[in-house]
């Protein structure tokens, strides 16, 4: 236990941050910011087979009973999944309807390795076309251990990793909080 929260107490470090107790919903909660977007890790349990969450939050909102109907017609919801299959299997998954092929963003290297979806196709291109951000991408997918990414144009990035907390290694959580900060303050900037 002394382990774990030593641990814990590391990545708070890593993050301007502090362990938060929230015992009644997860094992591991830490909070606190990154590039100045309010940050969270988080751990469901902190053994196999539970990964560690990640999600930065670009966008405050005040009221989140707020009637949001009037969604914003230059925002997006983006998921990046990892491919199951590579090369010849990528066919053969999809063809036995293993995984879907995904929709276009024009960049083979992103679709060759993930499976992108979106609700909002001119958003969803002009955050992944932004300069430097398949790069990024990339680096997660390849990395970080990318199992699943949402981004919200509106809200921020929710960040699943493969791995769960305890073999965590605090290299790779520092350098996912990075690559996070870097995409959050893409989201800043063009949306």
């Known amino acids: ?18 362990v938060i107790d929230d015992s009644d919903r997860v094992a591991v909660c830490i909070r606190g910011v990154v590039n100045g977007f ?11 087979p539970w990964s560690v ?9 005040e009221n989140p009973d707020e009637d949001r109907s009037h969604y914003d017609k230059d925002q997006a919801k983006i998921n990046f999944l990892p491919r199951i299959g590579k090369g010849f299997w990528s066919i053969a998954s999809r063809l036995f309807l293993f995984e879907t092929k995904g929709q276009k963003v024009h960049d083979k290297r992103l679709e060759k390795c993930m499976i992108i979806t979106y609700d909002n196709e001119e958003p969803a291109l002009r955050f992944v076309k932004y300069p430097g951000v398949s790069e990024i991408l990339l680096t997660l997918h390849d990395d970080c251990h990318l199992k699943e990414m949402v ?10 990793q493969g791995v769960n907390f305890k073999d965590m290694d605090l290299d790779l959580c520092q350098a996912t909080f990075k690559y996070m900060g870097e995409l959050s303050q893409v989201l800043s900037e063009a949306f």
Do not use: C
């Open 1 to 18: 236990m002394v382990e774990l929260q030593g641990k814990q107490e590391a990545v708070a470090g890593l993050i301007d941050g502090e």
């Open 38 to 48: 309010p940050a969270r890790l988080e751990a469901f349990m902190v053994g196999f």
């Open 53 to 61: 969450s990640y999600a930065l939050e670009t966008n405050i909102v």
């Open 151 to 160: 981004v919200k144009t509106d809200e921020g990035i929710y960040f699943n």
